[in-house]
């Protein structure tokens, strides 16, 4: 770790356990559509890749019906879902840690930014991070590389040799 300067860390199943949260707001999706779901386990699927295109690849929705239940997803999800997810344990002293030893900080996730800054926010943890970067309500930046990419040209990071991103499974 010696050579890297700056930490990019995903949120959803780095930072926090985003599963009832992320599982109940699919499901609630899905009820829209008529589609029961009997074990929300088998929703896990939808932590960390884009809604849309976790809706088309799972259900074979339509580009019109992805939209919509990623519409529906996030109505559940900002009133309720965005609060129940935990902070995994340890992870405040790492971040304290990390920035002790001056490594900079940055969150990379695909979740909409609004969305990061109020879970970071309940957590307390909005000032360990020197740049929150992430997707936007429009999906603009709704996979992981295209976020990457916001965070390092937002931080003028040219030297990519100095920078690890911590967490997914999947870029």
Same mark, same amino acid.
Request: include cysteine; charge should be negative.
């Given at each position: 770790m010696k050579n890297?300067?700056?930490?990019?860390? =995903?949120?959803?199943? $780095?930072i926090?356990?985003?599963?009832?949260?992320? $599982?109940?707001?699919?499901?609630?999706?899905?009820?829209?559509f008529n589609i029961e779901v $009997? *074990?929300?386990?088998?929703?896990?699927?939808?932590?960390?890749?884009?809604?849309? *295109?976790? !809706? +088309? /690849? !799972? &259900?074979?929705? $339509? *580009?019109?019906q992805a939209q919509e239940a990623t519409l529906k997803?996030? /109505?559940r999800f900002a009133e309720i879902g965005i609060m129940e997810n935990e902070l995994y344990n340890g992870i405040r002293v790492f971040l304290s840690k990390a920035r002790q030893k001056g490594f900079t900080l940055m969150l990379?996730? @695909?979740k909409p930014v609004v969305f990061a800054k109020q879970i970071l =926010? +309940? &957590?307390?943890?909005?000032? /360990?991070?020197?740049?929150?970067?992430?997707?936007?309500?429009? =999906? @603009?930046?709704?996979?992981?590389? =295209?976020v990457i990419k916001y965070v390092l040209e937002s931080n003028n990071i040219l030297d990519l040799s100095k920078v690890i991103m911590i967490g997914d499974r999947k870029i």
């Open positions: 890297y300067q700056y930490l990019l860390l =995903d949120l959803d199943g $780095t926090i356990d985003p599963w009832i949260g992320i $599982t109940r707001s699919a499901e609630y999706a899905l009820n829209y $009997t *074990d929300l386990k088998d929703l896990c699927r939808f932590i960390g890749p884009p809604l849309a *295109d976790s !809706f +088309k /690849e !799972f &259900y074979h929705f $339509t *580009d019109k997803y996030r /109505e990379a996730t @695909s =926010d +309940k &957590y307390e943890l909005s000032n /360990e991070f020197t740049f929150i970067g992430g997707n936007d309500l429009n =999906d @603009s930046r709704k996979h992981k590389a =295209d």
